[in-house]
């Protein structure tokens, strides 16, 4: 087949998230398919990776993402007058648009594929231009790598002030319409989680009884890792040192690390003065660098090329999430280096996992300090964590594994 996948972000190198899952799957895909990417850029992108997925892709086309205060102020401004969401009307850029189109009516594509939400808007492209006569309609796939309204719902209900809650609040509203409708125009719709199925399902559902439209079939495929050449970790003797690793301009990830930072720090510091808290991740706000000077032994990097040796030193992993949607592919990538994780239940949410074996779970600040202390001094516990995890991972996601699930959503129905 030909496809044509549309993505927000270049996927190389794979460090966050999204990049993990967009990656391997590009890289099924390339193995059965011809696949040109059509991508969003922006200034820290390589011509090494540009390269990089060429050598597996047929074509890589890219359009820079150029964002400012003023970009962001007009999207706010427009998307309160029209009722649209905020961060999708963000992305409607007129370049990409006439990008995806071009290939749309030169590449006789058998299949467009979404990932996430964001791209949706131009993979729908294609049945605008099919209902006008001047394409055959390809099969449209839409990756919703989250149920992406819950994100900002959750953000509302745990946000204090009333202007921000207002502004969250209005805008997981406006998401959620836009996420339904979007999604019922789609052939087939991939989640990462069963939870984000049964939500999107129902979301879905309503939408296309509405319109009067079938609605699309469903597929759940989880977030997989490469486990068979990138080996666990080699822990190095270190003083104890506890580890977030994740994108820090993500608001979930930042309300998780402030959490820990206030709350569980100083609990763990006063069983284990020695212990030092690495955030590791690209951006982090003024809030999250502040912390440096606001508590004793944190560290905060910013982006890392390598981060090899903080996951060599790193004897606790966490993952203090409580607005987070989808799947934490920290937790993947933590079993598959071989780390002891500590997480919140949300953190976890949509992974299979085994409490005490190959993670623990905690949800207010005394048990989660408590947990991070048991890693941290009990060497058997963590050694457990470790081999359990890395195992589970093997076993559970590995994408050389899981993902010959993808032949079955592109099957014709």
Known sequence: MKILYLSQLVPYPPDSGAKVRQY????????????????????????????????????????????????????????????????????????????????????????????????????????????????????????????????????????????????????????????????????????????????????????AAQSGQPAPRFSTIPICVDTETVPPVVPVEAPDEVLHLGTMFWPPNVEGVLWFARQVWPLVREQIPEAAFTVVGKNPPEQIKALVGQATGINVTGYVTDPQPYLERAKAFIVPLFSAGGMRVKIIDGWCWGLPIVSTTIGAEGIQYREGENILIADDAQSFAAAVVQVLQDRAMNHSLRENGRRWAEEKYSWQRVYLEWDQVYQAD
């Open 24 to 207: 391997y799957v590009l890289r099924y895909l390339a193995q059965r398919h011809q696949v040109s990417l059509v991508a969003f850029s922006r200034s820290d992108d390589t011509p090494e990776a540009l390269a990089h997925l060429k050598e597996f892709c047929r074509d890589v086309r890219t359009v820079p993402l150029e964002r400012s205060r003023l970009r962001d102020g007009l999207a706010l401004l427009g998307s309160w007058l029209s009722g649209e969401s905020f961060i999708i009307r963000r992305d409607k850029v007129p370049a990409m648009t006439a990008l995806v189109e071009e290939e749309l009516l030169d590449g006789g594509y058998d299949v467009v594929h979404a990932d996430q939400l964001w791209m949706a808007q131009y993979a729908l492209l294609a049945a605008g231009l099919s209902g006008q006569g001047r394409i055959e309609r390809p099969r449209l796939i839409l990756d919703e790598h989250n149920a992406c309204f819950q994100i900002f719902q959750r953000l509302a209900e745990g946000e204090h002030s009333p202007l921000k809650h207002l502004a969250l609040d209005r805008e997981w509203r406006a998401l959620q319409r836009f996420e339904g409708q979007a999604c019922s125009r789609f052939d087939r719709v991939v989640t990462v989680t069963g939870e984000d199925r049964q939500i999107l399902e129902s979301l879905v559902n309503d939408a």
